[in-house]
């Protein structure tokens, strides 16, 4: 092969990991459309990403623990724990497992929001996580 074609080869490869999974974010959506969610948006996502909820008294939000840039990792503020960066394009972890994306949400969405998300609320949100 000519260094050339090996170079290119290297560097798609190297884009894979850059990017969600798209079949995985696609067919959790195909399931939050089956749950009632239609026309999901990432810009409903993104704003409900910044919106303040109050929680037994406290003013909550995903910012408040994965920041605003979603390239950038965070911390809970319960715990102080790390978080990894929730962007696909900088952590290739994100969004490649159903199971995990659902544990995550119910958790962060009970603990941010007061309540499970629904249907429409995940697909807004991943689809703008995913694309980001």
Not at 19 to 34: C, D, H
Not at 109 to 118: A, D, H, L, Q, V
Request: hydrophobic fraction near 35%; charged fraction near 30%; charge should be positive.
């Amino acid at each position: 092969m000519n260094k050339k074609i090996i170079c290119y080869l290297f560097l798609f490869f190297l884009m894979i990991p850059a990017f969600a999974n798209p079949q995985i974010v696609n067919k959790m959506l195909e399931s939050y459309k089956a749950q009632g969610g239609t026309d999901f948006s990432a810009e409903k996502g993104k704003s409900m990403w910044s919106k303040k909820f109050t929680v037994k008294g406290e003013s909550r939000s995903c910012v408040d623990c994965h920041t605003a840039d979603l390239t950038k990792a965070g911390k809970r503020v319960d715990t102080g724990k790390d978080i990894e960066p929730m962007s696909a394009k900088v952590n290739s972890e994100r969004y490649t497992d159903p199971k995990f994306i659902e544990k995550w949400f119910r958790r962060n969405c009970k603990w941010t929001i007061g309540r499970f998300c629904t249907a429409q609320e995940k697909g807004d949100y991943l689809l703008y996580l995913s694309q980001n």
